[in-house]
């Protein structure tokens, strides 16, 4: 995936966190607040298990340059974002810069789509942090959850380092069109929350057929269906910020569908036994096959998971 280097970036939706102090007591409160995350509570869970969770989340060495730049205590200033990532060119070569770039092709598609179906689009802020973060309306979490959507707030929440850990212990490919599908997925539920689709799953259902799993499932989709026009949505210049898109990419972002299964968590990450009692995300199989519905169709009505007979793979 190639970001057209001469395009600008809007950083007006993002808010730098990283270094202000947000701290966190643990991902289960965020998510079992009614945060909603690309892998969620059982990573959690798994990795205090092994000793990777708990009160510090995942150990990443090093850090990723940042849009700030923001030192411990500091307050969060959107405009060091800005004068950070400005153009395509920054996005293909600085990850928060490319996580701009994602953002504003998204914001961009849903905003179009909505207009097309008369309705309005209400873009969500993004937030980086670093290690923990207090959400508006969720709770707190540690970076152990994983990327995750608060319905309460409106606001996606991710820790950048998140994407080498999709690589060091989930064993992905890895690479730009990867991580834009884990960032489509959490705007995935944001689409969720304005067309009310959320408020219809109770929280703590599990199951190979729960509705959490559905909710996961579509959003998998939505995913899909931007990244089927990903090259085709336009910047505020007229020209589309993303001018490639390769058949490596599209595996490379099945391939982290299926790192990210519950299956392949549980039994890879868990000690082996798979208990689909337990799934709330879906196996990795149905979150390819929503992924894959999604950017073949290009079209969100096609990301029914909650139809009556619906077969969810």
Same mark, same amino acid.
């Given at each position: 995936?190639?970001?057209?280097?001469?395009?600008?970036?809007?950083?007006?939706?993002?808010?730098?966190?990283?270094?202000?102090?947000?701290?966190?007591?643990?991902?289960?409160?965020?998510?079992?607040?009614?945060?909603?995350?690309?892998?969620?509570?059982?990573?959690?869970?798994?990795?205090?298990?092994?000793?990777?969770?708990?009160?510090?989340?995942?150990?990443?060495?090093?850090?990723?340059?940042?849009?700030?730049?923001?030192?411990?205590?500091?307050?969060?200033?959107?405009?060091?974002?800005?004068?950070?990532?400005?153009?395509?060119?920054?996005?293909?070569?600085?990850?928060?810069?490319?996580?701009?770039?994602?953002?504003?092709?998204?914001?961009?598609?849903?905003?179009?789509?909505?207009?097309?179906?008369?309705?309005?689009? !209400?873009?969500?802020?993004?937030?980086?942090?670093?290690?923990?973060?207090?959400?508006?309306?969720?709770?707190?979490?540690?970076?152990?959850?994983?990327?995750?959507?608060?319905?309460?707030?409106?606001?996606?929440?991710?820790?950048?380092?998140?994407?080498?850990?999709?690589?060091?212990?989930?064993?992905?490919?890895?690479?730009?069109?990867?991580?834009?599908?884990?960032?489509?997925?959490?705007?995935?539920?944001?689409?969720?929350?304005?067309?009310?689709?959320?408020?219809?799953?109770?929280?703590?259902?599990?199951?190979?057929?729960?509705?959490?799993?559905?909710?996961?499932?579509?959003?998998?989709?939505?995913?899909?269906?931007?990244?089927?026009?990903?090259?085709?949505?336009?910047?505020?210049?007229?020209?589309?910020?993303?001018?490639?898109?390769?058949?490596?990419?599209? !595996?490379?972002?099945?391939?982290?569908?299926?790192?990210?299964?519950?299956?392949?968590?549980?039994?890879?990450?868990?000690?082996?036994?798979?208990?689909?009692?337990?799934?709330?995300?879906?196996?990795?199989?149905?979150?390819?096959?929503?992924?894959?519905?999604?950017?073949?169709?290009?079209?969100?009505?096609?990301?029914?998971?909650? !139809?009556?007979?619906?077969?969810?793979?």
């Amino acid at each position: 995936m190639r970001f057209d280097e001469g395009a600008d970036l809007d950083t007006s939706n993002i808010d730098d966190l990283r270094g202000s102090g947000g701290g966190g007591v643990g991902g289960r409160v965020a998510l079992g607040g009614g945060g909603l995350g690309v892998v969620g509570l059982i990573v959690y869970f798994l990795l205090s298990q092994l000793g990777g969770g708990g009160g510090g989340g995942f150990s990443v060495p090093g850090g990723i340059p940042g849009l700030g730049g923001l030192e411990q205590g500091q307050q969060t200033d959107t405009s060091a974002a800005a004068s950070a990532c400005r153009t395509g060119e920054q996005a293909n070569t600085q990850l928060d810069c490319e996580v701009v770039a994602v953002v504003n092709s998204l914001d961009g598609y849903w905003t179009d789509a909505f207009a097309a179906s008369g309705q309005t689009y !209400a873009p969500p802020r993004t937030n980086f942090f670093s290690g923990g973060v207090t959400t508006g309306g969720c709770g707190s979490a540690t970076s152990a959850s994983g990327p995750f959507y608060c319905p309460a707030d409106s606001e996606v929440y991710i820790d950048l380092t998140f994407f080498e850990e999709l690589e060091t212990r989930f064993g992905a490919q890895g690479g730009p069109f990867s991580r834009a599908y884990v960032i489509a997925h959490e705007y995935g539920h944001h689409i969720q929350n304005l067309l009310g689709t959320s408020s219809r799953v109770q929280g703590g259902e599990s199951g190979p057929t729960s509705g959490s799993v559905r909710l996961e499932l579509q959003a998998d989709c939505y995913a899909g269906v931007w990244a089927n026009h990903a090259t085709t949505v336009p910047t505020q210049s007229g020209r589309p910020l993303i001018t490639e898109v390769t058949r490596e990419d599209v !595996a490379a972002a099945l391939d982290t569908a299926e790192r990210i299964g519950d299956d392949f968590i549980q039994s890879n990450l868990g000690g082996g036994r798979v208990d689909e009692s337990q799934f709330t995300h879906g196996s990795s199989a149905q979150r390819e096959k929503w992924y894959t519905t999604g950017y073949q169709s290009g079209d969100p009505s096609q990301c029914d998971t909650f !139809a009556r007979g619906v077969d969810l793979g």
